[in-house]
């Protein structure tokens, strides 16, 4: 491990460490050439709430659909229950697109990489997509269901839509390498069992068992798919040939 990670220094040159002369040089410029900003940092969070204060919400619920369906009643108001867990559908909804396109993208490095022997099986990765397409399909069926409209984006799906969006930008990043995309698909798997917990829970706080029970299927897949990732990462992380594969790129 110690050669290994020698014999990839000398590239790395962000650390002052790197040069001390330089760094003194650099350090007396920034101090001649710039001038802090007066002020505190406290100041910039009393900043924060003023914009807060005045900013409009990030988005808005959809009315109920025309179509039939448990919520598409549109002479009655929709409970806070109801409009969340319509919400957090649209949210669930945008994340497995997200998941989707993390698991092509993981693929592409896949075929990309020249030590397919030390990645995962591909059949496995494969079926992993298959199942993240299935779910998402799953999520537009339900929200037909229940009178809503897939196409919509709810408040929820927009923020998760956003924070999700540099998960894509790391594994379609050619720089990157295969486990460190797995990383990335591992922090995309833990966040997604949580959420399909909570939908599980709102689903059956508007007695919707059957939808409930359905929800728990994807859930033991998603399950499935996190155990294997945090498997193949720790098997990845005792390999030297992996370790430098990830370092070189």
């Known amino acids: ?38 002020g505190f940092s406290s100041e910039l969070g009393e900043n924060r709430i003023r914009y807060m ?15 039939k369906g448990l919520f598409s009643n549109a002479k009655s108001k929709m409970s806070p229950s109801k409009t969340l867990l319509m919400d957090k559908l649209g949210e669930r909804l945008a994340f497995e697109r997200s998941g989707v396109r993390l698991y092509e993208a993981l693929l592409s490095k896949y075929h990309g990489s020249p030590n397919k022997e030390i990645l995962p099986p591909l059949e496995q990765l494969e079926h992993f997509y298959e199942a993240e397409l299935n779910h998402f399909t799953l999520v537009s069926d339900v929200i037909l269901e229940l009178g809503g409209d897939p196409t919509a984006v709810t408040p929820s799906a927009d923020v998760t839509g956003v924070a999700s969006c540099g998960w894509v930008q790391v594994i379609a990043d050619p720089r990157t390498t295969f486990m460190q995309s797995l990383e ?53 992380s005792q390999s030297d040939e992996a370790i430098s594969e990830m370092l070189l790129t």
């Open 1 to 38: 491990m110690k050669d290994l990670i020698n014999s990839n220094q000398g590239i790395n040159r962000t650390g002052m460490m790197s040069s001390l002369v330089d760094s003194l040089e650099t350090k007396e410029g920034a101090e001649t050439l710039t001038s802090p900003s007066a």
């Open 53 to 67: 204060r005045e900013a409009e919400p990030i988005g808005s619920m959809p009315k109920p659909g025309k179509t």
């Open 184 to 236: 990335v698909i591992h922090m995309a798997e833990l966040v997604d069992n949580a959420c399909w917990e909570l939908l599980i829970e709102l689903a059956r706080n508007n007695n919707l068992e059957q939808i409930a029970s359905s929800f728990e299927e994807a859930l033991e897949e998603e399950r499935e798919h996190l155990e294997n990732v945090t498997n193949w990462l720790r098997g990845m």
